[in-house]
């Protein structure tokens, strides 16, 4: 019996290493079976845990049901924490389009000084991305002064005036 918990221990860390490396190849054949933490990092989880936990007690002089009981219990947590882990991870941040409308009124900072005639640079964050622009000013403004975004000139270039508060 102990051998089979440590060769499932043993499947699941490959799953995992596979997983990790090649991608979540066994997501596909999860799909619509259950919520979204059920992928393939959470059954690798489960698998080790329960495998290698289960093979723990078996070696502590566990009976059997103790031993896959306590593999289980591991198995969960592991698989849970592993699913609930990759799901914050993959969702990812913002997927909202910067639109160039929706950069005025931003804050940001001068990168590279805008002069009185022509264009400096500026960066500000849009929809949680740092955004290097084009700017021009009605006044000379110098690297690292804070500006407010006035308006859009075209999808790379703004007009900006210094910050006042």
Not at 106 to 111: A, D, I
């Given at each position: 019996?102990q051998v089979?918990?440590?060769?499932?221990g043993?499947?699941?860390?490959?799953?995992?290493?596979v997983s990790?490396?090649?991608?979540?190849?066994?997501?596909?054949?999860?799909?619509?079976i259950?919520?979204?933490?059920?992928s393939?990092?959470?059954v690798?989880?489960?698998?080790?845990?329960?495998?290698?936990?289960?093979?723990?007690?078996?070696?502590?002089?566990?009976?059997s049901?103790?031993?896959?009981?306590a593999?289980?219990?591991?198995?969960v947590?592991?698989?849970?924490?592993?699913?609930?882990?990759?799901?914050?991870?993959?969702?990812?941040?913002?997927?909202?389009?910067v639109?160039?409308a929706?950069?005025?009124?931003l804050?940001?900072?001068?990168?590279?000084?805008?002069?009185?005639?022509?264009?400096?640079?500026?960066?500000?964050?849009?929809a949680?991305?740092?955004?290097?622009?084009?700017?021009?000013?009605?006044?000379?403004?110098?690297?690292?002064?804070?500006?407010?975004?006035?308006?859009?000139?075209?999808p790379?270039?703004?007009t900006?005036?210094?910050?006042t508060?």
């Amino acid at each position: 019996m102990q051998v089979t918990m440590l060769v499932i221990g043993g499947v699941g860390l490959l799953l995992l290493v596979v997983s990790l490396v090649v991608g979540d190849l066994v997501d596909g054949f999860l799909d619509g079976i259950g919520p979204d933490f059920l992928s393939g990092l959470a059954v690798a989880g489960f698998l080790a845990a329960f495998g290698f936990v289960g093979a723990l007690a078996l070696d502590a002089g566990a009976p059997s049901g103790v031993a896959i009981g306590a593999g289980v219990l591991a198995g969960v947590a592991a698989g849970g924490g592993a699913g609930w882990a990759s799901s914050r991870l993959m969702r990812g941040g913002d997927e909202a389009t910067v639109r160039t409308a929706g950069l005025v009124g931003l804050t940001g900072t001068v990168v590279e000084p805008v002069p009185a005639e022509g264009y400096g640079m500026v960066s500000v964050v849009a929809a949680g991305h740092i955004t290097r622009l084009n700017a021009r000013a009605a006044e000379p403004l110098p690297s690292g002064a804070a500006i407010v975004v006035t308006g859009v000139l075209s999808p790379t270039a703004v007009t900006v005036a210094r910050r006042t508060d």
